[in-house]
T-cell receptor, first 111, second 111 residues
Framework: GQQVMQIPQYQHVQEGEDFTTYCNSS?????IQWYKQRPGGHPVFLIQ?????EVKKQKRLTFQFGEAKKNSSLHITATQTTDVGTYFC???????????FGAGTTVTVRA | NAGVTQTPKFRVLKTGQSMTLLCAQD?????MYWYRQDPGMGLRLIHY???????AKGEVPDGYNVSRLKKQNFLLGLESAAPSQTSVYFC??????????FGQGTRLTVV
């Protein structure tokens, strides 16, 4: 089965509101990556987190890697219609070449 | 710069037929992956390769075979297609497991 779990599966957001999606692993990860897939498109890399407790920002997106390197979150502020899509986290364990994806959080935005 | 190219983009197969999906990348990446995407299941890893001549099983390898005879190409084969293999297939490549670049996807329907 998948090594990373994502919640929620769906997120319906009013334009202008904030939301957070979470990613959890049962095992320690060497790094975690986040991807965005627009409807009908393919996943596109957003960011990679490597260090325990790491926080990175990209404009309105804030990514965090947990202290134990088993969980991560993506927080989007002031949601816009351009944020529509599915956000995936993907984790790798140490000495493991596999890149395993979570099931994704599909975001819809109400104008 | 083409990036990752998948062939074909669409295909309809009858149960029991065979086919090969081709993935080609021009970025000199060592790592290549095949995923399938089904509604609510996210991206599930079928097989992957960490270099020319090497392949390994992912999370859902049954019913599929792969080959990596050349560094730039990663082939996914279905020997006897089944309706359960109806899915969207994505190929991806990466440099040592960091940012993964995805192809446009192949939509396969098995009837």
């Amino acid at each position: 089965g998948q090594q990373v779990m994502q919640i929620p599966q769906y997120q319906h957001v009013q334009e202008g509101e904030d939301f957070t999606t979470y990613c959890n692993s049962s095992t320690t990860l060497s790094n975690i990556q986040w991807y965005k897939q627009r409807p009908g498109g393919h996943p596109v890399f957003l960011i990679q987190l490597v260090k325990s407790g790491e926080v990175k920002k990209q404009k309105r997106l804030t990514f965090q890697f947990g202290e134990a390197k088993k969980n991560s979150s993506l927080h989007i502020t002031a949601t816009q219609t351009t944020d529509v899509g599915t956000y995936f986290c993907a984790g790798r364990r140490s000495n493991d070449y596999k890149l395993s994806f979570g099931a994704g959080t599909t975001v819809t935005v109400r104008a | 710069n083409a990036g990752v190219t998948q062939t074909p983009k669409f295909r309809v197969l009858k149960t029991g037929q065979s086919m090969t999906l081709l993935c080609a990348q021009d970025m000199n990446h060592e790592y290549m992956y095949w995923y399938r995407q089904d509604p609510g299941m996210g991206l599930r890893l079928i097989h992957y390769s960490v270099g020319e001549g090497t392949t390994a099983k992912g999370e859902v390898p049954d019913g599929y075979n792969v080959s990596r005879l050349k560094k730039q190409n990663f082939l996914l084969g279905l020997e006897s297609a089944a309706p359960s293999q109806t899915s969207v297939y994505f190929c991806a490549s990466s440099l040592q497991g960091v940012e993964a670049f995805f192809g446009q996807g192949t939509r396969l329907t098995v009837v």
